[in-house]
């Protein structure tokens, strides 16, 4: 079994930080990438930011220069440093990660989500 664990959430006023992690556990073989998505209400999962397993990222538009994704290979963990919060960013934030068990079936996993809320 594979798991992913997030943490880091809560209330961060506009222009805040906010640090997010994801940590993956169990029967690990390789993980691949890793991202994290967000769901505010009433609109669809969107990709925030993702990490390949060779540190190459991609962001969405709207975040860049502000988020930044990261991820600790001896940990098996990614972390999204979240600044300059802005009320928009408020969603529930989920990790994503392709990841090959160690008997060899690979396929994405998810977390079960951080509700981040930006607000004064």
């Known amino acids: 079994q594979v798991q992913l664990v997030e943490s880091g959430g809560g209330l961060v006023q506009p222009g805040g930080s906010l640090r997010l992690s994801c940590a993956a556990s169990g029967s690990i073989s390789t993980i691949y990438t890793m991202g994290w998505y967000r769901q505010a209400p009433g609109k669809q999962r969107e990709l925030v930011a993702a990490?390949?397993?060779?540190?190459?990222?991609n962001y969405a538009d709207s975040v860049k220069g502000r988020f930044t994704i990261s991820r600790d290979n001896a940990k098996n963990t990614v972390y999204l440093q979240m600044n300059s919060a802005k009320p928009e960013d408020t969603a529930v934030f989920y990790c994503?990660?392709?990841?090959?068990?160690?008997?060899?079936?690979?396929?994405?996993?998810w977390g079960q989500g951080t509700q981040v809320t930006v607000s004064s």
């Open positions: 994503n990660a392709d990841i090959m068990s160690r008997n060899s079936f690979r396929r994405p996993y």
């Open positions: 990490i390949s397993g060779g540190g190459s990222t």
